[in-house]
C-alpha cells in the first residue's frame, strides 16, 4: 500500500492495488471513507492546497477528483462516498505521479 498524509487535517489516504483509496482519521484511528472508481493499481495522490479535494491517478491512465469536504463516516448507516468531481482519461499508457501546485493547479506525471 502507498500512503499519503495531510498532517494539517489530521488525514491519511492510503491506495494499493485494489484499486480503492481509504481515508483515514488519525487521531482517532479510523477510516472516514473509501472511494471506488479506478479501473486498475492507484499510484498517485495529492491533496488540494485546501484540503477540500483529492486528486487520484494511476494505472488506468485517469485523473480522478474527489470532493472530500463533508468526511462521511463509513460505519454510519446514512454512509454516501464523497463526490467525484471530475474524471479525465489522458493520452499516457499510465499516470505515475500527480501533484497540486502553490496555486492549486493539478499537475500530473505520465508515460506516453
Not at 499510484?43 to 491517478?57: K, N, Y
Not at 469536504?69 to 468531481?85: A, F, G
Amino acid at each position: 500500500m502507498y500512503k499519503y498524509c495531510n498532517f494539517i487535517f489530521t488525514k491519511c489516504s492510503l491506495t494499493g492495488e485494489d484499486k480503492r483509496i481509504r481515508i483515514w482519521d488519525l487521531a482517532a484511528g479510523t477510516m472516514l471513507t473509501e472511494l471506488k472508481g479506478h479501473s486498475h493499481t492507484v499510484l498517485g495522490l495529492a491533496w488540494s492546497r485546501d484540503g477540500e479535494c483529492l486528486a487520484s491517478c494511476g494505472l488506468d491512465n485517469a485523473v480522478r477528483v474527489w470532493n472530500v469536504k463533508s468526511r462521511p463516516n463509513i460505519s454510519s448507516d446514512t454512509h454516501t462516498s464523497p463526490e467525484l468531481v471530475a474524471s479525465y482519461t489522458t493520452g499516457c499508457s499510465s499516470l505515475l505521479s500527480l501533484h497540486y501546485s502553490h496555486t492549486n493547479t493539478l499537475v500530473c506525471v505520465g508515460i506516453v
